[in-house]
């Protein structure tokens, strides 16, 4: 399981996952990180239009990279 979200505090975004740990950056080196950990292309920029539209702070995608939900 992946966790993508925005820290306001320090204007950077991290991305978390169990088997590779925490990894915080711009958005550009967060999405790089995310797709190495193997976060599909098509649902981190779905997980990023859905964050921005509705302001979203965090993504949850599956084990597989898929995008579930964003709260």
């Given at each position: 399981m992946y966790r993508l979200k925005f820290i306001p505090e320090k204007k950077v975004y991290q991305i978390h996952s169990s088997e590779y740990g925490?990894?915080?950056g711009s958005l550009t080196q967060v999405t790089e990180k995310a797709l190495e950990?193997?976060?599909?292309?098509?649902e981190i920029t779905l997980a990023y239009e859905i964050m921005d539209k509705n302001k979203h702070?965090?993504?949850?995608?599956?084990?597989?990279?898929?995008?579930?939900?964003s709260k």
């Open positions: 925490a990894y915080e950990m193997g976060v599909q292309g098509k702070t965090k993504a949850e995608f599956g084990l597989n990279g898929c995008f579930l939900y």
